[in-house]
């Protein structure tokens, strides 16, 4: 009697699962199936679920052509990049010198850290704003990126993960006066590969979502991200939303790829971030 | 003279962490030192700024509009955040099972959305719920049902946007919740299940209190994120006056005063009051985490 409960349990579960997931995949089979469609069947009433041939690729080719989205694209990617790298690499390294060296007013720093996270970025958009005109970084791709590269979450998840590395790892090297660079990049980053990976895929997908700094930063089109342009598909009076869909297939499946390809990491990683708060 | 092993560390730390440290100095401490006196000032970012005492402030208590972004910032955080985190923690509970098949695909699934880029969801939700010919409606046509104008009034274009914020981040918090709920050691349940326990007693007594931890993290997550949300409110309120002067956010505010209309000495002093109140409630919440979470 108490097997079969179980097995109703979970067949129950398993169908309310099975329902949430078709749901959730719902707007996914729409913008793929609405990029094959012409303007006509998009607005047509009633719905027409599937287009009258799914070889229509005239949107992506207007997408690519007419509209440019070759040149957001690579803009997103010199974006995300240069974020990316440079952040992991030096919050690793910041990291490192708060896991094992001790130096004065080391938790006073680290204290003032904390500050930087609590801030919404709504109340520094003003004053950042005119930061990066008097810098000259305006309407520039280093204006996006610069700012963007210091990050508190990072920093602090590489701390946990170098400190859960035991310290005779490097004691020894230390002790045989390698230098602090030398045991950072050679003995303890190797052994972070994958909360480095994990780490770093949250802040691609970070940097390649972001919309607001790069709204406020973004002036001319050439350098207008993916997340812009989309925006700016969006017209005041006749918004052609069969081309939307279409750009939201291609925007996204670079991102859907890069989570398929790396979700243990991915999800490895956020899963963590809940257990060491 | 040769510099001791000690002083060359320091040197180095202090080496180590100037890139990260100075760079969140002068892109966050700064700015928000800086954005404090500019409430002050009556600025419109083409002139000097001019000092204006505590006008603007005056002027955001009387501001009608500022008021309803206040309530409309309350009643995405109230909606959304409960039905976020308590649909995620079903789901959790859900694929927490030991024989369950395709429990990696409904992860995989659940947590999709929150990869892609915010704008592009909201326009996709824009355009599956447009009244004439939006998939939604189309359905309910089929099956004989109402099908009301979705961004005709502030009720229905909430519902909707708390229905993107839902779409978009319930996998992510089931993904914190369902690595908490592995963690419970499964000798726990085989005790309450020799005690004859429902499951019910063993979700209240057993699951719950030892979720805790992760349960709080994304209750401030959702609470956070609900604070901020801007894309969405950008994107629905773009190609329809009315409907943004309904849905407003402060975070959406603060945006447009500044940049559309360029009153930064006033954007920065709503953005003020909105950092205190996300400052007080993650108070709030981390006083609140003493009495009601356990660590085990």
Sequence with gaps: ?277 | MQLQRKHKDWIWAYLFIAPTVLGLYIFFLYPMVSSVFISFTKWNHLSAPQYIGLSNYKRLFQDPTIWLEFKNTMYFVLVSVPLTVGISLFLANALNKKHLLGKGVFRTIFFLPYVILPVITAQIFMIVFNSRYGLVNGLLRIMNLPQPAWFSNALLTRFVIVLVTLWASIGYFTVILLAGLQNISPQYYEACDIDGGSWWVKFLHITFPLVTPQLFFCLVLAIINSFKMFDYIFVFGKSNVIVRENIRTMAFGIYERGFTYLEMGYASAEAIIFSLIVLSVTILQNVGQKHWVHYS
Excluded at chain 1, 46 to 62: C, G, I, M, Q, R
Aim: with cysteine; charged share 10%.
């Design chain 1, 1 to 277: 009697m108490r097997k079969l409960n179980k097995t109703w349990g979970i067949s129950i579960g398993f169908f309310v699962l099975a329902v949430f997931a078709l749901i959730t995949l719902v707007p996914f089979f729409w913008i793929v199936v609405s990029s094959f469609k012409t303007y006509r069947e998009t607005v047509q009433i009633p719905v027409v679920f599937f287009p009258a041939s799914f070889t229509n690729l005239d949107n992506y080719k207007e997408l690519f052509g007419r509209l440019n989205f070759l040149s957001y694209y690579k803009n997103n990617i010199i974006n995300t990049i240069g974020i990316t790298f440079p952040q992991l690499f030096l919050s690793s390294l910041a990291a490192y010198a708060f896991a094992r060296i001790d130096f004065p007013f080391k938790n006073v720093i680290f204290v003032s850290l904390l500050l930087a996270l609590m801030i919404p970025i709504q109340m520094i958009l003003m004053p950042r704003y005119k930061l990066i005109l008097d810098l000259g970084l305006f309407d520039s791709y280093l204006g996006i990126i610069i700012p963007s590269i210091p990050s508190v979450t990072t920093t602090f998840y590489m701390r946990q993960q170098i400190m859960s590395l035991p310290r005779s790892l490097d004691e020894s090297a230390y002790l045989d006066g390698a230098g602090h660079f030398r045991i950072f990049w050679s003995i303890l980053l190797p052994l972070c590969h994958s909360a480095l990976l994990a780490t770093g895929i949250m802040c691609l997908v970070f940097s390649w979502n972001d919309f607001l700094w790069p709204l406020v930063v973004i002036n001319s089109t050439e350098k207008y991200t993916l997340s812009i342009a989309v925006a700016n598909l969006q017209g005041q009076h006749l918004t052609r939303d069969n081309l939307l869909l279409t750009a939201a297939v291609v925007v996204s499946l670079p991102m859907v790829a890069v989570f398929i390809i790396s979700q243990r990491y991915f999800i490895e990683g956020i899963a963590l971030s809940g257990i060491k708060e």
